[in-house]
Nanobody, 125 residues
Framework: QVQLVESGGGLVQAGGSLRLSCAAS????????MGWFRQAPGKEREFVAA????????YYADSVKGRFTISRDNAKNTVHLQMNSLKPEDTAVYYC??????????????????WGQGTLVTVSS
């Protein structure tokens, strides 16, 4: 069974930066696309960014394009989310998830089964 553990969240002022990490264990990490999602208080979880198994393709939500960068290191079984120019509206619990082949092909992430426990990002104004 794969396990995902996020880290790197915290409190930052608007305009600042944070780098989130997600460490995977349990099976072949490099076989799967990976994604970052977030859930703000009182809101539904939403897509943030995704990366293919070989880093050849990335997708971003419009709200984070140009500010966030997703990357992965298959040798270290980790995926990262570099977040720059943070805004108060980026405040949320951030989750990493394993994206199966079907979800990657359709870009429909509603049925992902493997999630981390989340890390809280708070951006103060």
């Amino acid at each position: 069974q794969v396990q995902l553990v996020e880290s790197g969240g915290g409190l930052v002022q608007a305009g600042g930066s944070l780098r989130l990490s997600c460490a995977a264990s349990g099976r072949t990490f490099s076989s799967y696309a990976m994604g970052w999602f977030r859930q703000a208080p009182g809101k539904e979880r939403e897509f943030v960014a995704a990366i293919s198994w070989n880093s050849g393709t990335t997708y971003y939500a419009d709200s984070v394009k140009g500010r966030f960068t997703i990357s992965r290191d298959n040798a270290k079984n980790t995926v990262h989310l570099q977040m720059n120019s943070l805004k108060p509206e980026d405040t949320a619990v951030y989750y990493c998830a394993e994206i199966d082949e079907s979800s990657w092909a359709t870009r429909d992430y509603r049925y992902l089964e493997v999630w981390g426990q989340g890390t809280l990002v708070t951006v103060s104004s």
